[in-house]
C-alpha cells in the first residue's frame, strides 16, 4: 500500500506542473486572441492584455521548465545524456 500511494504521489509531482503549463498556454492564447478579436469592433480601440500574458508566460516557463528539470535529472542519473552532462566527478584529474 506505501508503494501505491509513492506512486501516485509521483504521479502527482508531474501532472500538476503539466496542468499549470496548460493554464499558462491557454492565457497567453486568450489574451492574444481577444486582442485581435478587438480589431473587428470599431466602438472601441484595441488593448492588449499584458498582465494576463507574462502570467501566462511565467506559469507556461514554470511547468515546462520543472517537467523538463525532472526529465534532464532522471536521464542523467540512468546516464542517457551526452558526456558534457554528465556530473564532474570530484577527485579525478581528468
Known sequence: MKLVISRF?????????????????????DSTFSYFAQFGDDRIVPEFNWF??????????????????????????????????NKKRSGSNV
Not at 504521489?9 to 492564447?29: E, H
Open 9 to 29: 504521489i509521483a504521479v502527482l509531482v508531474l501532472v500538476i506542473p503539466g496542468i499549470v503549463a496548460c493554464i499558462g498556454f491557454l492565457k497567453m492564447k
Open 52 to 85: 494576463m500574458f507574462i502570467a501566462g508566460f511565467v506559469m507556461f516557463a514554470a511547468g515546462i521548465g520543472f517537467i523538463g528539470g525532472w526529465i534532464f535529472f532522471r536521464d542523467r542519473k540512468h546516464n542517457y545524456v551526452a558526456a558534457k552532462f
